[in-house]
C-alpha cells in the first residue's frame, strides 16, 4: 500500500524558513517523479513543483511565485522527499500535500503552514 | 500562464447526471486526472490518463475527452458527491496545473 506522510509544517514568521519532509513507503520511491501541491484557506489546489528521479536527471521545476525561495529535494536512501521553504511570505500560508507523479498519483494527507507574525 | 477553465459551480438533483467540463489548450497533448475534495479532507484521485478509473471509485464517475476539452460525469449523483472538483493536467512544458476548481451541490 502506497502511503505518503507529510511533517515538518507550523507557525513561522515572514520571511521566516520552514522545512517539509514527505516519508515515502509502499513503492519504489528512487523511480518516481515527486511533487508538492498546495492549497491556501478557502483557495483552490496550486502546484508547487516537482523533482525527478535521479535516472531521469534529478532536476527540478517551480511554479512561478515560489522560484528561487522554495527548494525541493530528495534522499532515496532514506525514501523521503524533502521541500525547503525560505523567505516565508504571508501568502504562503497553507496545506501542503506531498504527491507522486505515478501512472496513478498518490497524495499524502497535507501539513500546514502558517506564516503570520 | 496557462490555465484550465472549469464552471464554478453544478447544481443537480439526487439520481441525475452532472457533467463537469475543464478546458485547456494543452489537453489533446496531456492526460487529465481529476480529484473530489470534501471540506477538510485531502483531495481524492477518481479519474486518472483522461477515462481511468482507480479501484475503489464507485462505477457512477467517468471521464472523456474531446479536443481541448475533458469532462468529468457522475451519473445517478448521490449526496455523497457534493464536494470541490478538481481537473488537472501539464502545459506544454509538461508543468503541471490544476484547473479553477468547481463545487457540485446535490439539491
Known amino acids: 500500500e502506497v502511503q505518503l506522510v507529510e511533517s515538518g509544517g507550523g507557525l513561522v514568521k515572514p520571511g521566516g524558513s520552514l522545512r517539509l519532509s514527505c516519508a515515502a513507503s509502499?513503492?519504489?520511491?528512487?523511480?518516481?517523479?515527486m511533487s508538492w501541491v498546495r492549497q491556501a484557506p478557502g483557495k483552490g489546489l496550486e502546484w508547487v513543483g516537482r523533482?525527478?528521479?535521479?535516472?531521469?536527471?534529478?532536476?527540478?521545476d517551480y511554479t512561478a511565485p515560489v522560484k528561487g525561495r522554495f527548494t525541493i529535494s530528495r534522499d532515496d536512501s532514506k525514501d523521503t522527499l524533502y521541500l525547503q521553504m525560505n523567505s516565508l511570505k504571508i501568502e504562503d500560508t497553507a496545506v501542503y500535500y506531498c504527491?507522486?507523479?505515478?501512472?496513478?498519483?498518490?497524495w499524502g494527507q497535507g501539513t500546514l503552514v502558517t506564516v503570520s507574525s | 500562464s496557462y490555465e484550465l477553465t472549469q464552471p464554478p459551480s453544478v447544481s443537480v438533483s439526487p439520481g441525475q447526471t452532472a457533467r463537469i467540463t475543464c478546458s485547456g489548450d494543452?489537453?489533446?497533448?496531456?492526460?487529465a486526472y481529476w480529484y473530489q475534495q470534501k471540506p477538510g479532507q485531502a483531495p481524492v484521485l477518481v479519474i486518472y490518463?483522461?477515462?481511468e478509473r482507480p479501484s475503489g471509485i464507485p462505477e457512477r464517475f467517468s471521464g472523456s475527452s474531446s479536443g481541448t476539452t475533458v469532462t468529468l460525469s457522475i451519473s445517478g449523483v448521490q449526496a455523497e458527491d457534493e464536494a470541490d472538483y478538481y481537473c488537472?493536467?501539464?502545459?506544454?512544458?509538461?508543468?503541471?496545473?490544476f484547473g479553477t476548481g468547481t463545487k457540485v451541490t446535490v439539491l
Open positions: 504527491t507522486t507523479e505515478l501512472s496513478i498519483p498518490y
Open positions: 494543452a489537453l489533446p497533448q496531456h492526460y
Open positions: 488537472q493536467s501539464a502545459d506544454s512544458s509538461g508543468i503541471y496545473v
Open positions: 509502499g513503492f519504489t520511491f528512487s523511480n518516481a517523479w
Open positions: 490518463k483522461d477515462s
Open positions: 523533482i525527478k528521479s535521479k535516472t531521469d536527471g534529478g532536476t527540478t
